[in-house]
């Protein structure tokens, strides 16, 4: 076969295994794992095929097909790839999330009675992100990139029967679409300059001049990247998107939908780098996205919500290496990212599934972890070792290319973006590098040395899920290493670390851990001797509840509704067990021993909850649309249906009295007739006499 078949294949097998799937789901359900698993192992095992043929280094050439699919009238859609370095390594890191998700899950979800479409939705998820990473035409990757929308609203929304997925998957939904309206209209706005929606064309003309308002278009293209990709200021889809099941997250996160809008910028790259005033907007949405989406992930109780901030502000890195023009340490820092994020998210499904109910998602009630799950506790060291860019895992190499790249755009060495865009970069990055290490550093102590009452046990998890975690703990420890070999896959640049910011980041880096680390040994020592001063609250002051806990603060925020899963399934009367004690605040005696109340003192409470972006947009979109809707009901039902009733009433009573002239009565009849006839006549001749008078 050739490269360009193969290619095709890649997201076609994922998308019939879907098919399949839904189709015999109920009746051949013995074969519902079997296509949800091999369709996507084939899929990665071709797209590792297409990346040895279309061989992305040593300045290989970008393999390019296309098909016309329909006559439009105006530009042409086309049925297109284009097959880089970019494209194709990334499509193996697509596929080998996807695989570890499809071959965790049947262990994860092997007693949900909606296992067969679930599978189903993440087959069809794996194959939509495919198509976005292969497409050639921006038309068809709208068409994956739409299909990605859909599939997050069903998999977050799997547990529909409670009201937090079912709020958290709207919400999703929405805030996507939000960002992906402006999208559009940038996409045919530059289509219309370009003349194509092919990305070949689009770039031609770029470098040709021909786009006539470049800032316009790439600040519309922006938006949608914001929503997809949980940039701020439309973030905050992504911390409440944690109500779906674990997998769901770990695919998400890791390597399908956020993913998307990042790789989306590092293909137009040349479009947005047209533009000061767009990469300048992109780097300072990087910087407050990085910095901020830290110090909540610093708030934070529940240990995927930490995840998820976390998420947000290594996409943040990725967002600052673009607005300073390197897509190469971008990219290398997506894929790195994509294997240390999978894995925390599947050791948290571990966590999850050995307490059998939601309960050991707040890190305030974790205890014992470290023994009885001992896969998840070394796989989670070592991915969070990678989160905090410690040498030699993967984090510190990718992380210290995207530092490099803004050193180098600061110190005026590349002129591709702005220098003021450079320093804006390296200063948020160092500064996310610390808070990065403190969280990480808090989530292992609270999590694996937490005081918490210890949950019964529910037995062992599968061999299976335990087996994924080391797979990916494989490329988290030595995927880093890959920096002295991809330079020429990814445009070229270096992306080995240099001395100076590998020192200076390291070492801000093991500050921020030891600081986090010397604050819990102080909170823990002083819970110790003053046992009722721990009791009565926090070093900063009363317990803060958890957003994702209690379900209380920013809105939407939710616990996982994960209670029927395990060796052995969970009765509905322990799952409502489960609520009741997640629903409670954290125990006084563990919120009094974590560092976060005392490396952010009064900040604390306002990171908990995202810093209250959830109510700013309450406040200036939710209730002026709630209030307008409440008008409309209004007129529609005091003015509108009045003058319907009016109408119906009318005619009703018109009816009445012609019914009621209906006597039967002949003399009645030629009586009114006559006195008619009379009143005809008279009013005859009055208008002749007003006329002959006139």
């Not at 198509?131 to 998999?155: H, T």
Request: with cysteine; aromatic share 8%.
């Amino acid at each position: 076969m050739t490269t360009t078949t193969l290619a095709v294949l890649v997201p076609l097998l994922p998308f019939l295994g879907a098919t399949a799937g839904l189709l015999l789901g109920r009746t051949a359900p013995g074969f519902v794992r079997p296509l949800a698993v091999l369709p996507t192992l084939t899929a990665l095992a071709l797209a590792v095929l297409v990346a040895v043929r279309q061989g992305g280094g040593g300045g290989a050439q970008a393999v390019d097909a296309a098909t016309r699919l329909t006559p439009t009238g105006s530009v042409p859609i086309e049925l297109a790839l284009h097959l880089d370095g970019f494209a194709v390594l990334t499509a193996v890191v697509v596929g080998v999330v996807a695989s570890c998700v499809q071959i965790y899950s049947t262990g994860y979800l092997r007693d949900d009675p909606r296992y067969p479409s679930y599978a189903a939705l993440v087959s069809l998820f794996t194959s939509a992100m495919l198509l976005v990473v292969y497409s050639g035409d921006l038309m068809v990757l709208l068409v994956g990139w739409e299909i990605m929308g859909i599939c997050s609203y069903f998999l977050v929304g799997h547990y529909w029967e409670t009201p937090e997925a079912r709020a958290a998957s709207l919400k999703a939904f929405l805030v996507t679409k939000l960002g992906d309206v402006p999208f559009l209209i940038g996409l045919f706005a530059l289509a219309a300059d370009a003349g194509t929606f092919r990305i070949t064309g689009i770039l031609g003309a770029v470098s040709a001049g021909a786009i006539d308002h470049p800032t316009v278009v790439a600040l519309l293209l922006l938006a949608g990247v914001a929503g997809k990709s949980a940039q701020f200021p439309l973030h905050t889809w992504l911390p409440d998107a944690m109500a779906g099941p674990t997998p769901v997250s770990a695919l998400i996160h890791a390597a399908t939908m956020v993913a998307a809008g990042v790789y989306f910028v590092a293909r137009l790259l040349p479009l947005f780098a047209a533009s000061a005033v767009a990469m300048t907007v992109l780097a300072v949405m990087a910087a407050l996205t990085m910095v901020g989406s830290a110090l909540a992930a610093l708030a934070q109780d529940d240990i995927k919500r930490v995840l998820a901030y976390s998420t947000i502000g290594q996409l943040g890195y990725m967002s600052g290496a673009l607005a300073v023009g390197d897509r190469g340490a971008a990219v290398f820092h997506l894929l790195s990212h994509g294997a240390f994020k999978a894995l925390l998210f599947l050791a948290a499904g571990v966590i999850i599934h050995a307490a059998g109910t939601n309960s050991l998602t707040a890190m305030s009630r974790m205890s014992g972890l470290a023994r009885r799950v001992p896969d998840a506790y070394w796989t989670t060291t070592i991915a969070l070792l990678a989160l905090a860019a410690i040498p030699p895992f993967a984090g510190f190499f990718s992380k210290e290319a995207v530092l490099v790249a803004a050193e180098h755009t600061a110190l005026g060495d590349r002129d591709i973006a702005p220098a003021g865009a450079g320093w804006i970069v390296l200063v948020s990055g160092l500064l996310t590098a610390l808070l990065t290490a403190a969280y990480a550093t808090r989530l292992w102590l609270l999590a694996f040395r937490g005081r918490g009452a210890e949950a019964p046990s529910h037995g062992r998890e599968p061999l299976v899920m335990n087996a994924v975690l080391w797979v990916l703990a494989l490329p988290s420890l030595a995927f880093g290493l890959a920096a002295y070999v991809l330079d020429d896959w990814l445009d070229g640049n270096p992306l080995t670390p240099t001395v100076t910011t590998a020192v200076l980041s390291t070492g801000i880096a093991l500050i921020g851990g030891l600081l986090t680390y010397a604050a819990w040994r102080h909170l823990t020592a002083r819970a110790a001797r003053f046992p009722a001063a721990a009791a009565a609250g926090t070093p900063a002051g009363p317990a803060v509840p958890s957003v994702a806990v209690t379900g209380q603060g920013a809105p939407g925020a939710v616990p996982e509704a994960e209670s029927a899963i395990g060796p052995r399934p969970v009765s509905e009367p322990a799952a409502s067990e489960a609520m009741a004690i997640t629903a409670a605040p954290p125990p006084a005696t563990t919120a009094a021993t974590d560092p976060g109340h005392l490396l952010l003192g009064p900040l604390y409470r306002h990171a908990a909850v995202g810093f209250h972006l959830d109510a700013v947009y309450s406040a200036l979109f939710v209730r002026p649309v709630l209030a307008a809707a409440s008008l409309v009901r209004f007129l529609d039902r005091e003015v509108v249906d009045t003058y319907v009733r009016g109408a119906g009433l009318t005619t009703r009573l018109l009816g009445t009295l012609v019914r009621r002239a209906q006597t039967g009565n002949v003399q009645t009849y030629l009586s009114v007739l006559l006195a008619g006839s009379v009143v005809l006549a008279v009013t005859a001749v009055v208008l002749a006499t007003v006329n002959a008078g006139s």
